[in-house]
């Protein structure tokens, strides 16, 4: 059945894929969902919760494993989009995770105002 918008279909084809970074070269077809790609690509502010959803070490010199489910909250974004995160739990200093990794995380809020050191 043809469909009279596109989007449903490269909806449902970004759907049967690994969740991963979106790139010039994704799936060789990128001139088809440019215009919708950046809906796909998670993005971040200052303050906001953030989850992992899956398991993986910080980008930071001394690279730290976190644990899928593990939380904590944005301090900083430089002008790369890389993420500057204070991570619940035993982690005294935050951690570095570049953009091309923050699809590893989900955002599940907004740090409160006095939660911010």
Partial sequence: VAEPHPNPVVEAI????PRKPVDADFLGFF???QHIGQKFVPTFEVHDRVVAIENFCSDSKDQVPF????????????????LSISFDGKYQKRQWVFKKHSF????????????AR
Wanted: charged share 30%; aromatic share 8%.
């Fill in 31 to 33: 001139w088809l969902v």
């Fill in 14 to 17: 970004f759907k049967l894929v």
């Fill in 104 to 115: 590893k995380l989900a955002r599940v809020g907004r740090a409160v105002q006095n939660e």
């Fill in 67 to 82: 644990a899928k489910g593990q939380t904590g909250w944005i301090r900083e974004i430089d002008a790369m989009g890389d």
